[in-house]
C-alpha cells in the first residue's frame, strides 16, 4: 500500500494550499480517508476525515471553515483545501487509510500512512 501526498509548500498567512494525496495497492473506495498533521514537537493530530463514500465528513474545531476535504475513488485520490492559512497551521501533513466500519477521528484506528508533505505559513 502507497499514499503520497503532495501539494505542500510555504505560503503567507491568509492563503490557499490544496494537498493531494493519491493511493494505490488498496481498493481505495472501501476505505475511509483522513489528514493529520504534525508540528515540530507536537503530537500527531486529526485535521479532517472523510467516509469511503464521501458522505460523512469530520473537521477538527482548528479548520472548520476553512477547510474542505474531499474524494475522488475514480482516481483513488483524497484532496485537502485548505484556505485562509494561518502560522499555527504550520506542520507536517499526512494522508492516512482506515479499513473499518466507523469513520474517526483517532490518530491510532489508521491502518496506512502517507509520507507527509510540508506546509509552511509565514505572518
Known amino acids: 500500500v502507497q499514499l503520497q501526498a503532495c501539494g505542500g509548500g510555504l505560503v503567507q498567512a491568509g492563503a490557499a494550499l490544496r494537498l493531494s494525496c493519491a493511493a494505490s495497492g488498496l481498493t481505495f473506495k472501501s476505505y475511509h480517508m483522513g489528514w493529520f498533521r504534525q508540528a515540530p514537537g507536537k503530537e500527531r493530530e486529526f485535521v479532517a476525515a472523510i467516509s469511503w463514500g464521501g458522505s460523512i465528513t469530520y473537521y477538527a474545531d482548528s479548520v472548520k471553515g476553512r477547510f474542505t476535504v474531499s474524494r475522488d475513488n475514480a482516481k483513488n485520490t483524497v484532496d485537502l483545501q485548505m484556505n485562509s492559512l494561518k502560522p499555527e497551521d504550520t506542520a507536517v501533513y499526512y494522508c492516512?487509510?482506515?479499513?473499518?466500519?466507523?469513520?474517526?477521528?483517532?490518530?491510532?484506528?489508521?491502518?496506512?500512512w502517507g509520507q507527509g508533505t510540508q506546509v509552511t505559513v509565514s505572518s
Open positions: 492516512a487509510a482506515l479499513l473499518g466500519a466507523v469513520l474517526t477521528r483517532k490518530t491510532y484506528e489508521y491502518d496506512y
